[in-house]
């Protein structure tokens, strides 16, 4: 174990100002303008403690150094001195190393053997062990565990005449707000820099301490608690709410808060994790428009009401995938199909389609469209006939490529102006077996006509022999 002594002071965006840093705060307050400063995203702690430079943080110096020695550093706004040391007693006693771990593992104060005075140990926050899990305690500075003093005004010097500058009435002053209203005149009175900086003493930097184990492997992945979670999880770092996100142990009702985040990494980490419910996955998909979560999808089992939401959605992608998925419902179809162009309708077309779905590409008059509902095979009759009537030639010309079509396509195709489709249906296999078929009926009633004919000369030529015969013989005179 190590500990490294700190002392930070933030610059005030709103009077530029130093406002000290005693301890992990969550807020810069500070006491001379009010102004609150958020430690978040540039300003959030593992910035700050690692000097703004992602290779590199106070730790990992503070093993560099030898005891007593550190680092004084200053870059705008941040003004820090780091130096390897165990904490110090403002008596000036040293608390050696052993009896700094002894008390805080038995979670003690750490009491000054010299002058009785105390230091607080505090197991460390999680603003601290997110970014560091190597940090163990904090000691001297305040946490966010801990109870806060907040922004302490200290009392109001009776002395002090306050007075109001349009009606000379006395102004009650809490010091909560810089401008004062009058209890008479309601006239609004501004506090000088004097009376401000008395009712507001400046806070000084003061030291405080970080103990850290040295020896911890800091490279892997971190188990995290549920508290870890829920920390990171409304974290204003979007890099730790994805890492939240892609947690095999983040509870539904994280999971619930974070398919809403803006930003697209950490959607995209909730879905690449696999443990998305289907119902989460269904809202997140009805209104995502990052293609590259969208993607994910290609590789899931999804189920019908996934499927919905991906034809609700607007994106064209969402759209796509529901399009060439096999198991999208035939009302959803029918959706996608209403307005499909592009590579939507490349999709609907490399897939089998009802004959619903067919019947409203058939009715466009996009040539795209038409040719989709021209070769699928289950296209009704009522829309093949009207696609023999398409005013684009190749479409009439597809037709003539279909192994079988209905007696009205065939009339309508061999009575085409377009000599070329014509000339195709004259070769159609449908129309060479009825011309067959009409040849071979023709054969038929010939030679049964010839037949008959025949039959009929012979009876005839009998008859008229044997009346010969019997006027030969006299018998018929």
């Known amino acids: 174990m190590l500990s490294v002594q700190l002392r930070l002071a933030l610059k005030c965006p709103g009077c530029d100002s130093s406002v000290p840093l005693n301890g992990v705060f969550k807020n810069a307050d500070c006491t001379r303008c009010q102004e609150v400063t958020p430690l978040t995203k540039r300003f959030r702690w593992s910035e700050l403690l690692n000097y703004w430079n992602p290779s590199m943080n106070v730790f990992e110096a503070t093993k560099e150094h030898r005891p007593g020695e550190g680092d004084h550093s200053a870059w705008s706004p941040l003004k820090m001195d780091s130096i390897r040391a165990w904490p110090t007693c403002p008596c000036g006693h040293v608390h050696e190393k052993s009896q700094v771990l002894a008390a805080a593992e038995r979670g003690d104060d750490l009491t000054c053997t010299t002058c009785s005075m105390t230091l607080r140990i505090h197991p460390a926050p999680a603003l601290l062990t997110r970014p560091f899990p190597q940090v163990r305690y904090v000691i001297g500075g305040s946490v966010p565990s801990a109870p806060s003093p907040g922004r302490v005004i200290p009392a109001r010097q009776e002395s002090a005449a306050i007075n109001c500058s349009n009606c000379g009435g006395s102004l009650h002053v809490s010091g909560e707000m810089r401008t004062v209203s009058c209890q008479f005149c309601s006239t609004p009175n501004y506090l000088g820099d004097e009376l401000w900086l008395r009712l507001h003493p400046p806070t000084r930097r003061e030291p405080w301490w970080i103990v850290f184990d040295d020896t911890a492997d800091t490279s892997g992945p971190t188990e995290h608690t549920l508290e870890d979670l829920l920390f990171m999880a ?149 829309d093949l006939a009207r696609l023999a009537s398409s005013s684009h030639h190749e479409i009439r010309a597809a037709l003539t490529q279909r192994p079988s079509l209905p007696d009205e396509v065939l009339k309508t195709l061999l009575a085409d102006e377009d000599p070329e489709v014509s000339a195709r249906m004259q070769q159609h296999p449908v129309y060479v077996r009825a011309q067959k078929e009409k040849r071979r009926r023709r054969l038929l009633i010939g030679g049964g006509v010839t037949a008959v004919l025949g039959v009929l000369g012979l009876a005839i030529g009998a008859v008229v022999a044997l009346v010969w015969f019997l006027i030969q013989k006299g018998i018929l005179s």
């Open 234 to 382: 409304a974290s204003d770092n979007e890099m730790e709410r994805a890492e939240a996100a892609a947690h095999p142990k983040l509870p539904v009702e994280l999971m619930e808060r974070m398919i809403a985040d803006e930003e697209g990494d950490v959607r995209h980490a909730l879905v690449q994790s696999g443990r998305l419910p289907q119902a989460l996955l269904a809202v997140l998909f009805e209104r995502e428009s990052y293609s590259e979560i969208l993607e994910l999808a290609e590789g899931m089992t999804l189920t019908e009401p996934v499927l919905h939401a991906l034809s609700l959605n607007t994106d064209s992608t969402a759209q796509r995938i529901a399009a060439q998925h096999p198991d999208t419902a035939e009302a959803d179809l029918l959706l996608l199909t209403s307005n499909a162009h592009g590579r939507l309708l490349e999709a609907l077309g490399n897939r089998a389609l009802p004959a619903s779905a067919l019947h409203l590409l058939a009715k466009r008059g996009d040539r795209t469209a038409q040719r989709i509902a021209v070769r699928a095979p289950a296209t009704a009759a009522e």
